[in-house]
């Protein structure tokens, strides 16, 4: 017997076809059968009201850590993917800095085939593949197997590609295999030993800290590398307002770059390392108000494409030392819309349409995991309500880590269900 679920007057956005309009859904065993004002309901139909709730096209993390294999203590693919599906995304892209690193293609057959084993396959895993060998910077990994592999990017994330010849190697090859190459974007040199915003409060604290320039010489050394090479070239978790100049000239320019905002960068500063909580050390580090004003101007004028969480889990053991011991890194999956909504939406940064080009229409057009909320098409949807207030609980996080600075803030605009793989979980 075919599987009917009948989604009622949900105001579906769709920024790919500028469909802005409260709709029924029908959906039969996983495939969109018919949009319409209105659907009738029949006896075998299973009804979802969705009044005064946002349905989208299933959002995508394309910046995720799942830590498996070799860091299963700090998170799994069962365990992150579960949080992904409860923070509203139907993806996720996994980093490359597990143990070992995804530099072979049958790590990369390993994660596709565990995160279809896990939670009835609920959540889509797509892995970004190591630059280079071990993330070491030093020799190319295998790039032509692991695209064939499934593989939908190239990072050394965590650490930065530091040797040009080896960064215009890797885009070069991506070029040929078109996915992207996403730079963790530092300077080792410049970055090593500091734990925060090299500045004012830094300097009062007296910890060392990571400067600007440490981020913004290497996207400028990487832009005329991308330049030269024709190649596509995408900015991991960018911090500083200069690295939005950067990248808004580069794409003036004709150069094929792309970037990416998390959600604690467009909304916390610097100041907050006062507290010496270690869940407000990241990497890059949190910057200052000048940063998130040029940031939120970036989300707005379209220079910046993508809001991707860095979702860094990390056990309460390794975050419970002093500050500058603890590791760099917090979860973001399951506050990313709240934050996203409460932070850009109400401030008027960013309207619906544009929030969800940021979390779907354009990290899965950069990833090549395109989707059509069509009849006909298989249903991938994330369903949001914008005017849900809530306060953030970590206890309650589906993570199998609790790292969030926001433990207590009242956010506004939560998820509230996905389908997706012909699966539907509301909550």
């Not at 080896?166 to 078109?178: F, G």
């Not at 050390?281 to 000048?290: A, S, V, Y």
Request: aromatic share 6%.
């Amino acid at each position: 017997m075919s599987e009917k679920i009948l989604l009622q007057q949900g105001r579906l956005i769709d920024p790919k076809t500028n469909r802005d309009e409260v709709v029924d859904i029908l959906i039969v065993d996983g495939t969109i059968e018919s949009i319409k004002k209105s659907i009738s309901p029949q006896n075998d139909h299973t009804i979802v009201n969705l009044k005064n709730k946002i349905v989208a096209p299933g959002f995508i993390d394309m910046h995720v850590h799942l830590r498996e294999p070799g860091y299963e203590h700090k998170e799994t693919i069962e365990t992150g993917t579960r949080s992904a599906a409860y923070g509203g995304f139907t993806a996720v892209c996994c980093m490359p800095n597990t143990n070992p690193a995804i530099d072979d293609e049958s790590l990369v057959t390993f994660i596709q085939m565990q995160a279809k084993r896990v939670n009835g396959g609920l959540v889509d895993v797509h892995p970004i593949a190591s630059v280079s060998k071990g993330r070491e910077g030093k020799t190319l990994s295998p790039i032509a197997e692991l695209v064939k592999a499934g593989a939908v990017g190239l990072s050394d994330d965590g650490a930065p590609v530091f040797d040009a010849k080896i960064m215009r190697r890797a885009l070069e090859y991506a070029n040929m295999y078109n996915v992207p190459v996403m730079q963790h974007c530092e300077i080792p040199e410049l970055a090593h030993g500091g734990v925060m915003n090299e500045g004012k409060v830094s300097t009062e604290l007296g910890l060392l800290g990571i400067p600007c320039v440490a981020e913004e010489i290497m996207i400028a050394r990487d832009l005329i590398l991308a330049g030269y090479t024709h190649s596509r070239y995408h900015v991991c978790h960018l911090s500083t307002a200069y690295s939005v100049a950067l990248v808004r000239q580069g794409k003036s320019g004709g150069v094929q770059v792309t970037c990416e905002v998390t959600p604690h960068h467009f909304t916390v500063t610097d100041e907050i390392v006062r507290t010496y909580d270690t869940n407000t050390k990241m990497n890059p580090p949190l910057r200052t108000q000048d940063d998130i004003d040029a940031i939120k101007e970036g989300l707005k004028d379209g220079t910046i494409d993508v809001i991707a969480t860095d979702h860094a889990p990390h056990s309460l053991d390794e975050k419970e030392v002093d500050y500058i011991q603890a590791p760099f890194g917090i979860v973001g999956l399951e506050t990313a819309i709240g934050l996203t909504i409460s932070e850009l939406v109400e401030q008027k940064f960013l309207t619906l349409s544009q929030m969800i080009e940021k979390l779907s229409t354009n990290p899965r057009r950069i990833v090549g995991k395109e989707i059509d909320v069509k009849e006909g098409e298989r249903a991938n949807l994330t369903f949001f309500d914008p005017a849900m207030q809530w306060k953030v609980d970590t206890a309650a996080f589906k993570s199998k880590s609790k790292n969030s600075p926001f433990n207590g803030r009242v956010l506004k605009g939560k998820a509230v269900g996905i389908f997706n793989n012909g699966q539907l979980l509301r909550y």
